[in-house]
């Protein structure tokens, strides 16, 4: 299961330690990668002059992305082989600068897709953010026996219902991995895994296939929201893994006591002391009295009797690596019952003695955890004796908080005030980013410890690489409009100018909003508004003023504009939407290192434990199928 590297870097490094370091010093001394990694917001595109366009870019990356289509420059930044462009400029025989790519095109010197070489500058800086992102190709070479999978590529119907292709790919295979890994570590006796807890399971897709035949574990599901735990049960039944509540009623007495009422209300009506007597003998064989209101007993099935005996749920808040409330509640003895009856070879040690022990071994897993969730299940293995392994693929790294003081670049002043990112950068969160001391007191020209405010964290969970021409399209075209819309907001006095250009400035998020109180956040809205900017500004508008307490003061404003206004806005700044596309393609592209420095500093975090004795990150998935990919393991020693 465990592959020779510890981190999946690229092979131009010797080792980790050579990775990291050079990982560490780019993100600290790049000033490029960080304006584009959270020292901008591309709210703010159009409402500076000059343009971030061009206030970020080198003049000569400025020129070239301007004459290049956007496809283009997607695939030169993720897929083209630099080695061929590279050797193009080596075969030229006098330097290939900036006013040479836009000369003559008579074939005098290399071009690329029918126009001028990419300047060196930037080819550099994409070969240099390839080097630094960590791999994400599956390596489904894996050592797994097929005997550790039965069944694992043909999970039944049952077990699959309500997944979409994609997490009935990310449970698939994250199964598989979780069921191998609890049966390497029970062969070489090092720990022998009773219970796997999984953080935040929700509707529970990945406990019910590791609990379900094809792997027959024992699993905890926890989950702070009853909705999802009574929902989790329903699917038991329907995969078959539990049976279904019956509920036995007297359907005589029952049926009497829906009629009760009707009989109460109308006795003075009903003919002759014969019916009502009638009725009252009815009454006595049931047990019940005319005129009360009874409820008719029933017998219901427990469900703990009936439930999947693979799978306990337990609702729990998660704060923190402390399992203490949900060990306590571990159903314990029923497992060394079932063992003994069973004899169950993936649990039992080969001296058949493992069984009849109470003392739970847990490994703690999580599928897509948000947020600070993967660092409260990385630090359980430390708080809790008995966990004993763990294994957190994460996502949503905006959701984790900050353990450090806000981030100062030294281009932030091209990030106005924005009240949520001054809160979250100052909160100084014990559980937050980063968690090791390798990156807390990393030294470099800026001070001391690596930071990352949220936009840097929110471009983190792009995935470029599985971007397709529809939905770039599509997306660009959002972000065109908003920042159009700022621009128009800007212009009408709704928001203020951004202030010039102050190297002290902490860097934050756009406000959009000149007052006090919540920014301006317009987020999703109907199809149809996409169809022009006039139809996206009117449907904006109208969204902010239904949630917004500032609406009125917005709509009063833009009510001065008419169509036709909005239309000439469009028309002067149209040309600006590539410019956009570059700049967002930019940040997306470059955020890939960003996610390696958050998925490594929580390696190094459990490397730097005593108490682990391995700990690696490998991909579980197909990037294509689910970007995020990378799964980090920790073992106790």
């Known amino acids: 299961m465990r592959f020779d590297k510890a981190l999946p870097y690229p092979s131009i490094h010797k080792c980790e330690e050579d990775y990291v370091d050079a990982l560490l010093d780019f993100v600290t001394t790049s000033e490029i990668l960080q304006t584009l990694c959270g020292g901008v917001h591309i709210l703010d595109f159009l409402t500076r002059d000059p343009d971030l366009f061009e206030a970020i870019l080198l003049v000569?990356?400025?020129?070239?992305?301007?004459?290049?289509?956007?496809?283009?420059?997607?695939?030169?930044?993720?897929?083209?082989?630099?080695?061929?462009?590279?050797?193009?400029?080596?075969?030229?025989?006098?330097?290939?600068?900036?006013?040479?790519?836009?000369?003559s095109h008579d074939g005098s010197f290399a071009q690329w897709r029918g126009g001028p070489l990419p300047p060196k500058s930037l080819l550099h800086y994409i070969l240099k953010v390839r080097e630094l992102s960590l791999d994400r190709s599956f390596k489904a070479k894996a050592k797994v026996k097929a005997s550790d999978i039965p069944n694992a590529h043909s999970l039944s119907r049952q077990l699959t219902i309500g997944m979409k292709p994609k997490k009935a790919h990310e449970v698939k295979n994250f199964a598989a991995f979780v069921n191998s890994l609890v049966s390497e570590l029970g062969a070489t006796n090092t720990h022998k895994i009773t219970h796997v807890v999984d953080f935040g399971s929700g509707q529970n897709y990945l406990g019910r296939v590791l609990a379900s035949p094809v792997y027959d574990r024992r699993v905890v599901a926890v989950e702070s929201k009853e909705a999802n735990i009574t929902g989790a049960?329903?699917?038991?039944?329907?995969?078959?893994?539990?049976?279904?509540?019956?509920?036995?009623?007297?359907?005589?007495?029952?049926?009497?006591?829906?009629?009760?009422?009707?009989?109460?209300?109308?006795?003075?009506?009903?003919?002759?002391?014969?019916?009502?007597?009638?009725?009252?003998?009815i009454y006595q064989d049931c047990g019940l009295q005319i005129g009360t209101r009874q409820t008719i007993p029933a017998t219901e099935a427990s469900s703990d009797k009936h439930g999947s005996k693979n799978i306990q749920y337990i609702e729990h808040v998660i704060k923190d690596g402390d399992l203490e409330t949900v060990v306590s509640q571990l159903d314990i003895n029923a497992t060394a019952e079932e063992n003994d009856s069973q004899s169950d070879p993936k649990l039992n040690g080969s001296n058949g003695s493992y069984s009849t022990r109470l003392d739970p071994q847990l490994m703690v897993i999580s599928l897509h955890s948000c947020g600070n969730l993967v660092h409260h299940g990385l630090r359980s293995l430390l708080l809790n004796e008995s966990v004993k392994a763990v294994a957190m693929v994460g996502c949503c790294y905006n959701l984790v908080t900050e353990r450090l003081g806000p981030p100062s670049y030294k281009l932030p002043a091209l990030r106005p005030a924005h009240p949520r990112l001054d809160r979250s950068s100052s909160t100084y969160d014990p559980h937050g980013f980063p968690m090791s001391e390798r990156l807390v007191s990393y030294k470099h020209r800026d001070g001391k410890g690596i930071r990352m405010n949220i936009t840097a964290r929110m471009m983190a969970v792009q995935a470029p690489q599985n971007w397709t021409p529809t939905e770039c399209e599509g997306f660009f075209t959002r972000h065109f409009y908003r920042a159009l819309l700022q621009k128009?907001?800007?212009?009408?006095?709704?928001?203020?100018?951004?202030?010039?250009?102050?190297?002290?400035?902490?860097?934050?998020?756009?406000?959009?909003?000149?007052?006090?109180?919540?920014?301006?956040?317009?987020?999703?809205l109907r199809k149809a508004c996409y169809s022009s900017f006039a139809m996206y500004a009117r449907g904006a508008v109208d969204k902010i003023g239904e949630s917004s307490g500032h609406g009125a003061f917005i709509k009063e404003r833009m009510a001065s504009l008419s169509d036709a206004d909005l239309l000439n806005y469009y028309e002067a700044f149209k040309h600006k939407k590539h410019e956009l596309s570059l700049i967002w393609s930019l940040m997306a592209f470059s955020a890939g290192v960003m996610e390696s420095v958050i998925v490594v500093d929580r390696w190094l975090w459990l490397k730097e434990q005593e108490e682990v004795g391995e700990c690696w990150v490998q991909t579980v998935f197909e990037y294509e199928q689910s970007p995020r990919n990378l799964v980090v393991v920790g073992i106790k020693k």
């Open 60 to 103: 000569e990356w400025r020129v070239w992305l301007r004459l290049s289509k956007i496809p283009d420059v997607l695939d030169l930044l993720m897929r083209e082989d630099l080695g061929t462009i590279f050797e193009f400029y080596d075969r030229e025989t006098r330097s290939c600068d900036v006013h040479e790519l836009h000369g």
């Open 488 to 524: 128009v907001f800007m212009d009408i006095g709704v928001v203020e100018k951004p202030s010039p250009l102050d190297p002290n400035v902490g860097s934050g998020s756009p406000r959009g909003w000149s007052g006090g109180g919540h920014p301006i956040i317009i987020g999703s």
């Open 233 to 281: 049960k329903g699917m038991d039944v329907s995969a078959k893994l539990a049976k279904k509540t019956v509920i036995k009623r007297n359907k005589k007495a029952f049926r009497m006591q829906q009629n009760e009422m009707q009989i109460a209300d109308h006795r003075e009506a009903m003919s002759g002391q014969k019916t009502l007597a009638v009725a009252e003998m």
